[in-house]
């Protein structure tokens, strides 16, 4: 008797650990997201993250919203796993054929927005297509 409510006490801390852990994992989730976005509206930084990315034309490469293209990478696959580092570093410094934007200021000042934006399209969370500022 001793053992088996032992068992069941086990079993009842290890239940709640797992829901303390899912829940935790959730707002990690929800914290890590670097944008906000209803719809297609998003906030401020990925907006202008989206416009850069049109402007300045990453888009003639990597395609209208970063799906990419034959002959260059789809950038919704790569941040599945490039860190916000990784990608900062590829777009400033460049790699191969792709174009260092280091001085580039429209890129420099708007690297946050660009992540956040293809950070978002990656996550499937931005739709493709015109998008607008949330207010
Ligand atoms: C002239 C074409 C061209 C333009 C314009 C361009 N890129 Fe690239 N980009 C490339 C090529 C080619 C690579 C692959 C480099 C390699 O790994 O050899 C690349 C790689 C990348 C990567 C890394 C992808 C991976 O999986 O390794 C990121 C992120 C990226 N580009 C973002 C951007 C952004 C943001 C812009 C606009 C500011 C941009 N690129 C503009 C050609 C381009």
Not at 11 to 29: K, P
Not at 49 to 60: F, H, I, L, V
Request: proline share 3%.
């Amino acid at each position: 008797m001793a053992n088996w409510s032992r068992t069941k006490i086990n079993s009842v801390i290890v239940a709640a650990g797992c829901a303390f852990l899912m829940a935790s994992a959730q707002t990690a989730r929800a914290e890590e997201a670097p944008y906000k976005v209803e719809g297609n509206k998003v906030d401020s930084a990925a907006f202008k993250g989206y416009q850069t990315y049109k402007r300045q034309r990453c888009e003639t490469c990597h395609g209208q919203t970063g799906e990419g293209s034959a002959a260059f990478p789809n950038l919704l696959t790569s941040l599945k796993t490039k860190s916000k580092e990784e990608f900062k570093t590829i777009v400033l410094e460049g790699k191969n054929a792709m174009p260092a934007h280091k001085n580039n200021k429209a890129v420099v000042d708007n690297i946050d927005g660009l992540y956040a934006y293809l950070k978002g399209r990656s996550d499937g969370a931005i739709p493709a297509g015109e998008l607008e500022e949330l207010k």
